[in-house]
């Protein structure tokens, strides 16, 4: 089964309209740069935000900025009270990213990505969540796909994806293996062939290969790269046939993860 992110996603937002109804919301984008995936992502960003009726605000920057400035941006930006601050990523070569993360206040920190808030979603001391976490955590629950008992195994340690799953997983005290390019090879292959669930986030164009998993397995991609001018997964589409549900991209974790990180405001 190909799982619907956009069928998930629509779930979500109706919670979100009815938690935010009348309570005037506004999420500030901040972009360094002229990227164009960057300036597409927050195109996106800013079209499901408004079709919740959330207000939208970006601010613009040039690639050359330096770490004073941005402090400087960031500290206007929590100064007109905004109901959350999204930094987008990738930044400029000459900044540290978490450096610049680290500066966005925790309470508007929707992304989750600042040592304050992550460590506090770590601890379970705040109620936001890590917007790919939630997301994957909302498509088994839409698919009543069931973690107990089952040989889990995470593909990446990366911040976007494979740190904060591995943290998801651990709040639901699911055992789980993961894996990254430094894991030895053989052990990467026996890992993958025998596990009923696969949480990918690597950035791999289809490096997953039919003849590296096994049959029904439950293939959960939320790794992006280019291909071809096109935006692709983890998963080669040959898999498909092969597993029991299998998240697509895009349309699978993605349209989930925007609408999880409004869930955060």
Not at 41 to 48: A, G, N, P, Q, V
Not at 69 to 92: C, M, R
Not at 209 to 226: H, N
Request: glycine share 8%; with cysteine; hydrophobic share 40%.
């Amino acid at each position: 089964m190909i799982a619907d992110g956009k069928l998930v996603a629509e779930g979500l937002k109706k919670i979100i309209v009815d938690k935010i109804k009348d309570q005037n919301k506004e999420v500030c984008f901040v972009i360094f740069g002229d990227d164009p995936g960057s300036r597409q992502f927050i195109k996106m960003k800013c079209r499901f935000a408004e079709s919740l009726g959330i207000k939208t605000f970006v601010s613009e920057h040039p690639e050359d900025v330096t770490f004073d400035a941005v402090k400087k941006i960031i500290q206007d930006e929590v100064s007109k009270k905004h109901s959350g601050i999204v930094i987008q990523l990738p930044l400029p070569k000459n900044l540290d990213p978490q450096q610049v993360l680290n500066l966005v206040p925790e309470e508007l920190d929707i992304d989750v990505l600042s040592d304050n808030t992550k460590k506090a979603y770590v601890s379970m001391t705040t109620n936001k969540v890590p917007p790919v976490a939630r997301a994957i955590e909302e498509i088994f629950k839409f698919y009543e796909v069931t973690l107990e008992g089952k040989k889990i195994l995470v593909v990446g340690t990366g911040k976007l994806v494979g740190e904060p799953v591995a943290n998801m997983l651990r709040h639901n005290n699911v055992v789980f293996s993961q894996i990254d390019k430094n894991t030895p090879e053989s052990d990467r292959k026996d890992l993958l062939k025998n596990a009923d669930i696969i949480i990918t986030g690597a950035g791999d164009s289809y490096f997953i290969k039919p003849d590296m998993i096994k049959d029904g397995v439950v293939l959960i991609d939320a790794g992006t790269s280019e291909s071809e001018g096109k935006i692709v997964g983890d998963v080669d589409p040959a898999c498909f046939e092969k597993a029991s549900l299998v998240t697509p991209v895009p349309g699978g974790v993605g349209p989930v993860t925007l609408a999880s990180l409004f869930l955060n405001l």
